[in-house]
């Protein structure tokens, strides 16, 4: 039954008259199929009441209820309603998943699928072909055969498209209808000729052989259907691809010439097969960065996103190719559409000269707002390229992040700016101070913990190295007594570091790791007893290999170890675990992987 709309409802704007539908009283209302005559309007709605509750997932249906509902549906072909019908067979197709027996309605699909009703078939023969097994294929496949060829295009593309779908189960049978593929190759629909070129593909894709010859006698006879155009550029890629030819091939050649076809689709397939093409020098991109530059003014704003982002990829290897578009991607710069105006501003940061530095991140600041976390990333890689390009601008790019850094974002969106900074402090030892400043002011606000900790880390490595390292022991000391035990436990690390390196620093500390003794944690307790005994020490040299230069192992390697030492155990007691045979760890901090799996789930 359908409920009356709430007030709430109607304040908001929006009624969902299935909302609150109830399994039970659908399937009894299903009972009404087997009325005669048939109501079709009524059987209609029942019948979309079934389809959504199959769809949503609200009330997942049992086997013996789909198969109840099944053959309830089945009375429901004595009407010659179109409408009907057609939902019929999208029943049909969803309840075959859950139902058992449901191919006693083989022959009524046959029945419909040769009727004369053009607006039935095509739905009918794709109902067919979902509830047909290897034992019931020989039966359709003369239907299937004559429909693959026949004139009403909307039949021909439904089989084509239910072959393909046939062939994941039943493949040899399938590949017998390849003279039929071939015969609607040559239709003049281009939706035929498109599905057509995919299931021949599909038939002939594990001979090389045979794919060559398909693809070589396309190349030499124009296909009227931009989709298959952009198919068997694709198939002429990945051949290029896998026997290693160069731009001397047909294949490329065929590729290139497609970038003067008049469908736009065409040509920037053909474009972007070209930048994807492992054998393309930048010599060869000129063509191909021709076209895409032309695209940068077209008054579709998809031509534009497109080409914008070909582009970027562009650039990331081959940034002088791409310098020859620089005066239109600053036109993008105010596009409204905000992808389209970020992927402009990355793709210049890539490709632009250190003065014009400053005014780029100053526009892409304007809207950093107002874009998705996936863009913002890109603008973050951007950035991170820039630095190791120009490194006496670090403190334009490290303003920005920090800024980046306290606006609403994901977690990887976070990490993205947390890497960049780190990678830029490791390369440029100016921008050191600055970094860590800013790493500092986020930890104090920071919600995901694996981040916390790897700037903890950073802190005990790095910023011991710096003129006053005294200034970072009150943001390490805050996450002491704030944070989650993972972040405690890297909190008192970082601070025995610090300990080890600086003298002067050394009574205050030992006082903040004894009250961590104390902690309600057991990693964090243990480490501080650890790095309190180890400091008691007199030995700087012990200090510093204890605690600031520690054996740096592999964490999969030392597991596998211990596992395999803990198996040999059994048999050998005497025999100690001998830590050499552990590989060692050489990631820098920026690559490091997230502490622990827990870790993860945390930051989540």
């Known amino acids: 039954m359908i409920h009356k709309r709430d007030k709430k409802d109607e304040e908001d704007g929006f009624f969902n008259p299935f909302a609150r539908l109830d399994k039970t009283s659908v399937l009894q209302e299903a009972r ?40 309830n549906m089945t009375k429901l072909f004595q009407s010659k309603d179109s409408t009907l019908r ?26 419909d699928m040769n009727a004369k009703d053009d607006q039935c078939r095509p739905a009918a023969l794709r109902a067919l072909c979902q509830i047909t097994e290897a034992s019931t294929f020989q039966g359709i496949e003369r239907y299937m055969k004559q429909a693959i060829v026949d004139r009403n295009p909307t039949v021909s593309s439904a089989a084509l498209v239910s ?17 039929e593929a071939q015969e609607a190759l040559n239709s003049d629909n281009i939706m035929v000729q498109y599905h057509a070129l995919g299931l021949l593909y599909h038939i002939r894709k594990s001979d090389r052989l045979a794919v060559t010859k398909l693809v070589t006698k396309l190349v030499r006879s124009p296909m009227k259907s931009p989709f298959a155009v952009c198919q068997l550029i694709r ?29 736009e689709m065409v040509v920037y397939e053909a474009a972007n097969a070209i930048i994807n093409l492992s054998c393309t020098s930048q010599r060869e991109l000129g063509s191909a960065i021709s076209v895409l530059q032309l695209m940068l003014s077209s008054s579709k704003s998809t031509n534009r996103f497109a080409a914008v982002r070909a582009l970027n990829k562009i650039a990331m290897n081959h940034p002088n190719a791409v310098m020859a578009c620089n005066v239109d991607l600053e036109n993008l710069i105010t596009d409204n559409n905000r992808s389209i105006a970020t992927l402009a501003i990355t793709t210049l940061l890539k490709t632009g000269n250190e003065s014009s530095v400053e005014r780029l991140m100053k526009q892409i600041a304007s809207f950093m707002s107002e874009i998705s976390d996936e863009f913002k990333i890109v603008v973050v890689g951007s950035t991170r390229a820039l ?38 402090i490791e390369d440029n030892s100016e921008a ?48 002491l007594i704030l944070e989650k035990s993972p972040v405690r436990a890297a909190a008192v ?3 025995a570091k610090f300990a080890a390196h600086c003298e002067d620093l050394l009574p205050q500390i030992l006082v903040l790791l004894e009250r961590s003794v104390l ?20 030995s700087k040299s012990t200090k510093m290999n204890c605690i600031s230069n520690p054996l740096q192992v592999s964490i999969v390697g030392l597991e596998k170890a211990l596992s395999a030492y803990l198996q040999d155990t059994h048999s050998n007691q005497e025999q100690s675990f001998d830590i050499k045979q552990v590989p060692l760890s050489t990631a820098p901090i920026s690559g490091l992987l997230d502490v622990t799996q827990s870790i993860k789930s945390d930051s989540k």
């Not at 290693?244 to 050649?253: E, K, P």
């Open 432 to 479: 050191k101070e600055t970094g860590l400043a800013y790493l500092c002011e986020f930890i104090e606000d920071c919600e995901h913990t694996s981040l916390a900790v790897k700037i903890l880390y950073l802190l005990g490595r790095e910023g011991v190295k710096t003129a006053q390292p005294a200034k970072y022991i009150r943001y390490i000391y805050n996450r």
């Open 235 to 263: 198939i002429s890629a990945k051949l290029i691809e896998d026997e290693g030819a160069g731009s001397d091939s047909i294949y490329y050649d065929y590729i290139e010439s497609c970038l003067r076809h008049k469908s």
């Open 493 to 495: 690390s970082s601070l």
């Open 163 to 179: 072959s393909l779908h046939l062939a994941k189960n039943i493949p040899d049978g399938v590949k017998r209808w390849a003279n």
């Open 519 to 538: 902690d309600a944690d057991d990693e964090v307790r243990d480490r501080a007893t650890y790095y309190l005994n180890i400091l008691a020490k007199q």
């Open 86 to 111: 057609r939902l019929v067979y999208i029943g049909i197709k969803e309840l075959s998943r859950m139902a058992e027996n449901v191919y006693v309605v083989t022959s009524s699909l046959t029945t």
């Open 387 to 424: 630095c190791a390009k120009f490194p006496r601008k670090h403190t334009v790019m490290m303003s920005f992040l920090s800024s980046m850094l306290h606006e609403e974002g994901g977690y990887e969106y976070k990490k993205s700016i947390v890497d960049t900074i780190i990678a830029i």
């Open 32 to 71: 009404v199929f087997n009325e005669t005559p048939v109501n079709p309007r009524k059987c209609s709605l029942i019948l979309t009441k079934i389809l959504y509750l199959i769809n949503t997932g609200m009330a997942p249906l049992t086997t013996l209820e789909a198969t109840d509902a099944f053959f």
